[in-house]
């Protein structure tokens, strides 16, 4: 009798829970207590815990700058993701099938016209390794932000994407889609395990700490910076008028087009200090957590706000720079 | 001792009386200094699931407001013409009596751009529609 109860109760469980419930909440709880942080650079993951600073940093790293990047196998995986516009989420990532061929080649520099333009082709790197990604906060909204792949399974991205540090929560769960155009995901979907942010951030939401790197799993066998390809990011100190690209998913375009587009714009470095830097190339809600990238498209800096004089006009826009500080947290956190 | 004990728990009553005479300064002074100023924009304030939302639009009904569900949150909800939270520490709705629904002037200089966006929130009134 026992068995039977049992035996109808776990098949109970496991025919009628839908699959997608299974899979929410993929990142757990965030529960940070600040006391058990000691530096302004302590690693926070998305359950709260703290790594100190001491046990990750690698003195090793002192002398190295720069890592490197990779273009991509160029494996296709396409999805098709327009329902994350209407409904915030998808049902199923099953494989579209669909003839995506390279018709066209792009050239491999970022630094385009003036103005924002949309990236017609995806499939080449970097723009393959600029990622749309879908967030789910605890209080069940649903919202997205743009993230760099900068290793086979990393993203950099902003911390404010992934934890508030005014009401102290995280998100619960984030999927990145890489090379995103005409709402397909050239590369597959590829689902957050975990993300790292600096104690600084949530204790402060200095705009200076603003960034965070998502850790993925991998997607029918290949993880997604070995199909899309990543970018490597390389510390700077001063990058006063150095030309910068900043390419991600702005909202405002995303909503005209009815469809997730890639659009950049290049421009210049108008004013800087030890760890920000400010433009006036244009963006949008959306487009927190775009790499600023350099003529070579290396990172060397993550967008993350707008800012507006006392009219409320917008006067530029801005983000923290690959600072030592920076480098150091980031480089580490791809090991 | 007790003499002790007795000027320890003063000196840390007089270091939360200067630390809360700080804030209740600045914050004054933040609300003064914003007094004169045109608000950054105008719109209304949503509270939903313990997340405040401003929102804009042209024809905003009271049924919208009060209807606000999470589907309204996506890129593709045309209900709004523009969405965005409100980071606010606790303290800038303290006495302004507002409420979900209410249409409000708003003051900042920084938004996160994430979507929706996230409003770095200086100062908040209430618009009064009788004046």
Redesign the interface.
């Known amino acids: 009798m026992k068995k039977s109860v049992f035996l109808t109760i776990f098949l109970f469980t496991f025919l009628f829970v839908p699959i997608s419930a299974l899979a929410d909440n993929t990142l757990g709880d965030f529960h940070f207590n600040a006391k058990e942080s000691s530096h302004p650079l302590d690693r926070v993951n998305s359950k709260g815990e703290v790594t100190k600073y001491e046990d990750y940093s690698n003195k090793n790293l002192t002398f190295i700058n720069e890592t490197k990047s990779f273009q991509g196998s160029g494996e296709l995986n396409p999805i098709f993701v327009g329902d994350l516009?209407?409904?915030?989420f998808l049902e199923t990532t099953q494989p579209l099938v669909k003839d995506v061929t390279t018709n066209e080649v792009a050239p491999f520099v970022v630094i385009g016209p003036d103005g924002r333009t949309r990236v017609e082709n995806t499939i080449v790197f970097p723009y393959s390794a600029i990622t749309y990604i879908s967030?789910e906060?605890a209080?069940?909204?649903?919202?997205?932000?743009t993230g760099t792949l900068i290793g086979i399974d990393r993203v950099l991205t902003?911390g404010?994407?992934v934890v508030?540090p005014?009401?102290q929560r995280g998100i619960v769960s984030a999927t990145v889609y890489p090379g995103v155009s005409g709402s397909t995901a050239l590369f597959g979907a590829y689902n957050a395990i975990d993300y790292y942010v600096t104690s600084h951030w949530i204790n402060t939401?200095a705009?200076s700490q603003?960034y965070a790197v998502l850790v993925l799993s991998p997607s029918n066998g290949p993880h997604a910076g070995e199909r899309a390809g990543y970018a490597g990011i390389r510390q700077v100190t001063n990058i006063l008028n150095q030309n910068i690209g900043i390419y991600g998913y702005p909202?405002d375009l995303?909503?005209r087009d009815?469809a997730i587009n890639q659009y950049g714009m290049s421009g210049n470095v108008a004013s800087e200090d030890s760890q920000v830097a400010y433009y006036t190339i244009d963006?949008?809600?959306?487009?927190?957590?775009s790499a600023m990238l350099n003529t070579s498209n290396q990172v060397i800096g993550v967008?993350?706000?707008?800012?507006?004089?006392?009219?409320?006009n917008p006067v530029r826009?801005g983000g923290p720079k690959m600072s030592s500080f920076m480098f150091e947290f980031v480089s580490n956190a791809l090991n | 001792m007790k003499k002790i004990l007795t000027s320890k728990k003063a000196v840390f009553g007089g270091l939360l009386f200067l630390l809360i005479g700080t804030w209740v300064f600045s914050e004054m002074s933040n609300r003064f200094s914003m007094k004169g100023?045109?608000?950054?924009?105008e719109g209304y304030i949503v509270f939903?699931?313990?997340?405040k939302y401003f929102v804009k639009g042209e024809n905003i009904t009271a049924s919208d407001l009060e209807n606000f569900s999470?589907?309204d949150?996506?890129?593709?909800s045309k209900k709004f013409e523009e969405i965005?939270i409100l980071?606010?520490?606790g303290m800038k709705l303290l006495g302004t009596g507002i409420k979900s629904g209410d249409q409000v002037a708003i003051w900042?200089?920084?938004?996160?751009?994430?979507?929706?966006?996230?409003i770095k929130l200086m100062q908040i009134r209430k618009i009064d529609k009788n004046k």
Not at chain 1, 85 to 88: H, S, V
Not at chain 1, 303 to 312: E, K, L, M, P, Y
């Open positions: 516009l209407n409904k915030g967030l906060w209080d069940g909204s649903r919202g997205s932000c902003n404010h994407c508030n005014t009401t939401g705009i603003d909202g995303i909503r009815g963006t949008a809600p959306g487009q927190s957590g967008h993350s706000s707008g800012f507006s004089d006392r009219n409320g826009n | 100023q045109e608000p950054t924009d939903h699931n313990g997340t999470d589907e949150v996506t890129m593709f965005a980071l606010d520490d900042y200089e920084e938004v996160l751009e994430s979507y929706p966006a996230q």
